[in-house]
């Protein structure tokens, strides 16, 4: 059994930045495609950036392209998301998300799910 457990969530103000972790036990997870979701009360969960399995592609989107950037470190069976020029807007739960089957960076979720990371930006 895979799990996801995200970490580096917390309370920032407009324009500062934070860095998301994922770190997968259970499997090697970090050859497989991994992505961001997030999702902000009363709203669905969205995509926000996935990376490929080789590391070499990733895709965001259009609301946090050039603020954000999806990274691995496959030693470590980890993903990351740097978070910067943040903005109210982005206040959200934010999730890891990945799967076995998948290795483009393809915005779409897979079957695994970490827990969540709270991320609140005030103005």
């Known amino acids: 059994q895979v799990q996801l457990v995200e970490s580096g969530g917390g309370s920032v103000q407009a324009g500062g930045s934070l860095r998301l972790s994922c770190a997968a036990s259970?499997?090697?997870?970090?050859?497989?495609?991994m992505g961001w979701f997030r999702q902000a009360p009363g709203k669905e969960r969205e995509h926000v950036a996935t990376?490929?399995?080789?590391?070499?592609?990733?895709s965001y989107a259009d609301s946090v392209k050039g603020r954000f950037t999806i990274s691995k470190d496959k030693a470590k069976n980890t993903m990351y998301l740097q978070m910067s020029s943040l903005k109210p807007e982005d206040t959200a739960v934010y999730y890891c998300?990945?799967?076995?089957?998948?290795?483009?960076?393809?915005?779409?979720?897979?079957?695994?799910w970490g827990q969540g990371t709270q991320v609140t930006v005030s103005s």
């Open positions: 990376i490929s399995g080789t590391g070499s592609t990733t």
């Open positions: 998300n990945a799967d076995p089957a998948y290795y483009s960076a393809t915005p779409r979720a897979g079957r695994w």
């Open positions: 259970g499997r090697t997870v970090s050859s497989n495609a």
